[in-house]
């Protein structure tokens, strides 16, 4: 096989909310090597179930890819990342043909790691800035996610279809899927395979299988690099919201249903009903708060290939960023780095927060130029996530605009169920 590639091909496939992409490096001869990065989703398109539409993505990388995948990437733990991933019936069973392509590699953030997950269950005594405890307190955000997700399904009487809606979706997307979870930790434990879980500047483990392709890592960060991820700069409530505290402390979060009419006085059941309101909001922003500080766990990779750079950073935010731009020693070698990138997967489906506009999409020289510019892809789904009057809408209007006037976009929004194939692709010239 020659040393590098001569082209990449990108294909963006149609997973309504969520994330799925295949990186293919094309090599002379036609000799190709493949990466799955990320599979799954939280809301189709109208019209598809994700027990026909996912094995039917599944079926089409296996073409593609002819049987054989050099690598599956996740990068964090999300439903709308992971779920195609599963092998059970909610799936159609994606994840069992994903399996049978025998992925050399599977990479996954250093929170992800099955043995530092065992740890966290135990270590309760450990210090709230121990990286055990951060990862137990992760584990907690899925048991309070699956909790708001009840809520969600039989909701008080007093709360709003709004409110009940956005639990429902955040909910679903936070709790664990452990038909996933344990299928891309059985394909890393594979005979012949290796499975990696990354943090900044680690090893991938790509580049051996990847010739002429170098792959950084740019994000998560570890706690001993930045404690930033702890946080969500946007929302900070109570210092992590009290989530270091585990089952205990999400007891006292819950919602109580409402009560029958005759055990509640007439002129309390006002009352009742506007405390049952309050807490509804709070359990929403509360699971919002842990849907982004689980963003913040995301991978954030840079491939360079023949002078060509291409950047895939999850869903990772501000405080995920924050690390590799601006904090680490070695921020300005990586902000000049990502000044030239050619290829950018628009962070977490367009949010406000994913993309930051002085770190990282001011820094792109390549926006608005007429011959070379950037291409970017964005795989999302409007009306699912956040709201306009609140300026957090998913994909952000504002972005948007800037994508479609600076940049060469390519967005799953624009793409048919009743295409062909359900995918675009994107070639980039080595």
Known sequence: MAATPKSVEIRAYQVGFGDCFLVSFVYPKDERRHVLVDFGTTELPR???????????????????????????????HADHISGFATDGRSGGAGTIIAALKPKLVLQPWTEDPKAARDARTATADSNRSPRSFLGSLNAMHRLAEHAWNVALHPPAAMSAAVAKQLRFLGMDNIRNKSAVGNLIAMGERPGARAVWAHHGSNSGLEKLLPG????????????????????????PDEFWQLLGGDRAMRGMRVAPPQADGRVPA??????????????????EIVRVLDDQMNNTSLILLFEVGGKKLLFPGDAQIENWSWALQDAPDHEKTRRLLAGVDFYKVGHHGSRNATPKKLLWENFAKRGKARGRLQTALSTLKGKHGTVAKKTEVPRGTLLK?????????????????????CQKITLRI
């Not at 600076?406 to 929004?413: A, D, P, S």
Request: proline share 6%; aromatic share 4%; glycine share 4%.
């Open 267 to 284: 002129e309390a059941r006002w009352f009742r009903d506007r405390i049952a309101s309050l807490s509804a909001e709070q359990l929403l």
């Open 402 to 422: 800037a994508l479609q006037s600076e940049t060469r976009l390519v967005t799953t929004q624009d793409y048919s169920l009743a295409s062909p194939e359900p």
């Open 213 to 236: 392709v170098t792959v950084r890592v740019l994000g998560p960060p570890t706690l001993a690099q930045s404690e930033k991820i702890r946080k969500m700069r946007s929302s900070d």
């Open 47 to 77: 019209g598809a179930t994700p027990s026909q539409h996912l094995p039917r993505i599944a079926n089409h990388i296996k073409q593609v890819c002819g049987g054989s995948l050099a690598a599956v990437v996740a990068t964090h733990r």
